[in-house]
């Protein structure tokens, strides 16, 4: 089945610095891509839509500075997170959908900012 | 906007017992997906249902779809310790669209 890879798994920066997270589809080409952050016990979230080729598409209350979206290939998106806070702790999840009707997500970046 | 609602969001069960969890949605769509979350994990895969109607099964869960309710169902049969977990189910507005997710249910299977 497609398969979505996402790195690193998890990640501690400090304040201030920025941390890129990378989702990559394996085995076919997502022209979009999805991220969402997940609060301990909440429900997903959706960020952004990420777009090959084109800017990414914030959902509202997200600030795209801050939380910047490359999507430069088929099989490739990142988000970084600049000038991290402690606030932006969280687990972020890409997710793709597949030829087939299927959404497939990747295994999720644990970030936290101390 | 798209809403979606689950309940119930926690779900206490021994095991051998039955119970469903509900899922309606607020718009127009063919397609409903449920997923499972482990503790500390992403998503996995568990149904997608493409048709008003669409039944299916897997072991001791069995998802199904009504589309003119806007309502979908999940059920456990005879649960067990490892289906503790928790269930989301998910709606995308138009093919292709990020999906909206539910709060989830929180599923504990006890002795």
């Known amino acids: 089945g497609a398969v979505v890879s996402q790195h690193p798994s998890w990640v501690i920066c400090k304040s201030g610095t920025s941390v890129k997270i990378e989702c990559r589809s394996l085995?076919?080409?997502?022209?979009?891509m999805f991220w969402y952050r997940q609060f301990p016990k909440q429900s997903l979230m959706l960020m952004a839509t990420?777009?090959?080729?084109?800017?990414?598409?914030?959902e509202q209350g997200v600030e795209k500075d801050k939380f910047l979206i490359n999507h430069a290939s088929l099989t490739l998106s990142t988000l970084t997170v600049t000038s991290a806070h402690p606030e932006d702790s969280s687990f972020y999840i890409c997710?793709?959908?597949?030829?087939?009707?299927?959404?497939?997500f990747g295994s999720g970046t644990r970030l936290t900012v101390v | 906007e798209l809403k979606v609602e689950q309940n119930p969001l926690f779900l206490s069960m021994q095991e051998g017992k039955n119970y469903t969890i509900y899922c309606n949605y607020s718009?127009?769509?063919?397609?409903l997906y449920w997923y499972r979350q482990d503790p500390g994990k992403s998503l996995e895969s568990l149904f997608v249902l493409l048709s008003n109607g669409a039944v299916k099964q897997e072991g001791r869960l069995m998802a199904s779809l009504d589309t003119k309710a806007r309502l979908s169902t999940l059920h456990i049969t005879a649960a067990v310790h490892d289906l503790s977990a928790t269930y989301f189910c998910?709606?995308?507005?138009?093919?292709?669209?990020?999906?909206?997710f539910g709060k989830g249910t929180s599923l504990l299977v006890t002795p």
């Open positions: 997710s793709a959908r597949d030829p087939g009707p299927r959404y497939t």
């Open positions: 718009t127009t769509s063919d397609r």
């Open positions: 998910a709606v995308a507005p138009l093919s292709g669209y990020a999906l909206n």
């Open positions: 085995d076919f080409q997502a022209t979009t």
């Open positions: 990420s777009n090959e080729g084109s800017k990414a598409t914030y």
